[in-house]
Each structure stands twice: as C-alpha cells, then as structure tokens.
C-alpha cells in the first residue's frame, strides 16, 4: 500500500516554463488537496476535489490548475512559472465525502505526500 | 472564508517540560480541528483532532482543548522528550477543506 504518491520529487525550472506534477492515491479516497508551504507560511491551500469530478479554488489558486483525471489521480499544473511559485508542494487525500459537515462524520485524516520540491529561477 | 491563526511561530522548552500552543479561528461553522506534526523533511502527519461536540480529548501525553465560544483550541504537550522537536499545525475544517494555521516550531531540549 503505497498510499500518496507524488511525482516528480524535485524540479527545477526557469521563469515562464510550464510542468505538471502527478498525484495518485491507492486509498479509494474521495477526496484530494494541493497544499503549498513556505518559510512561515504553513500550509496553504491551492486547488482541492472534494470528489472526482468537481474541483474548486483554495487560498492561493492564481497561477495554478488542476484536473481530477479520475477518483485515483489529482495533478497541478503551472502553466507560466514564477519565482514566487517556488515552494515545497504536497498532496493529500481524505475519505471525507460531500456535505457541510463532512469533516465532522467519516475520518476527516488527510495522509499526504511526500512532497515535491519546485525551484523557479 | 476560514482563517486559522496560531501561537507562538517558535517554542523551546526542556524536556519534562510541558509545551502549549494556541489556534485561534474564524468561521463559526468549523466544527473539525486537528493537529499535525512535520519533523524535518517529512510529511505533516496527524497526531490528533478534536470535533466541536468536544471540549477536551486526550492521548497519552498530548491532548487538545476547544473553547467553542471564543472560537480558539490549543495543543497541550506533557513530559516533552527530544523526540517531540518538530513543526505543529493546527487546522479548522471550512466547509470541505482543511486550512491550516503557520505552524509552530518546537524545539526540546535535553
């Protein structure tokens, strides 16, 4: 049981390229979050899929996609890179299905990643 | 939307000593809040969580307070060992997402 799986673990890119990186989970979760940390920032919240089909904006979203290619796969894309996109990235996966107070029934647990870290010159 | 603030960015104590740190949030409507500890170059894992039918939960030398109605929970770390030095974050469940407060830097010292 491999859990999340992320790749790649490390890029490097310069200003203006683009790169997609991979999430799969094994866990049949429903659903997944692309979360960002900086130096004194914690953990933001980029894009999240509360189930597959849908996916919805978190905090810092500008700069970003996403496609939840099916209830397995999550990936984030950069379409123009910046140097302020340059951050440690994790996905993460949780059981919790739809409705308000979905944190508060089923395992609100988020198991993540990895991480991969994206430098941008 | 949700906001999570947490105190203090930095704490070091001895070991054996105690370590608190403190969330503060803003949507009333939250009503899950873990905790999650990264040591360093690791994943962020849960250590804890509390639901908002809960005021106070226990396991082993860490336990978790709410206080519903001044909408702040805190993570209480008891007889701290070297082991314990890592980041904290809190979280507060926002309609279906989790955010996240800045973290805590917990350092113990031998």
């Known amino acids: 049981n491999a859990g999340v799986t992320q790749t790649p673990k490390f890029q490097v890119l310069k200003t203006g390229q683009s790169m997609t990186l991979q999430c799969a989970q094994d866990?049949?979760?429903?659903?997944m979050y692309w979360y960002r940390q900086d130096p004194g920032m914690g953990l933001r919240l980029i894009y999240y899929?509360?189930?597959?089909?849908?996916?919805d904006k978190g905090e810092v979203p500008n700069g970003y996609n996403v496609s939840r290619l099916n209830k397995r796969e999550f990936s984030l894309r950069l379409e123009s890179a910046a140097p302020s996109q340059t951050s440690v990235y994790f996905c993460?996966?949780?059981?919790?299905?739809?409705?308000?107070?979905?944190?508060?029934?089923?395992?609100?647990?988020?198991?993540f990643g990895e991480g991969s870290r994206l430098t941008v010159l | 939307g949700e906001n999570v603030e947490q105190h203090p960015s930095t704490l070091s104590v001895q070991e054996g000593d105690s370590a608190v740190i403190k969330c503060t949030y803003s949507?009333?409507?939250?009503?899950?809040f873990p905790w999650y500890k990264q040591e360093l170059g690791k994943r962020p894992q849960l250590i804890i969580d509390i639901r908002s039918n809960v005021g106070e939960k226990k396991d082993q030398r860490i336990a978790v307070t709410l206080n519903k109605t001044a909408k702040h929970f805190s993570l209480h770390i008891t007889e701290t060992q070297p082991e314990d030095s890592a980041v904290y974050f809190c979280?507060?469940?926002?309609?279906?997402?989790?955010?996240f407060g800045t973290g805590t830097r917990l350092q113990v010292f031998p």
């Open positions: 899929s509360a189930s597959e089909g849908t996916t």
């Open positions: 866990m049949n979760h429903n659903s």
């Open positions: 949507d009333s409507a939250s009503n899950y």
């Open positions: 993460a996966s949780s059981e919790l299905g739809g409705g308000r107070a979905r944190f508060g029934g089923v395992s609100g647990e988020l198991f």
């Open positions: 979280a507060a469940s926002g309609a279906d997402k989790l955010i």
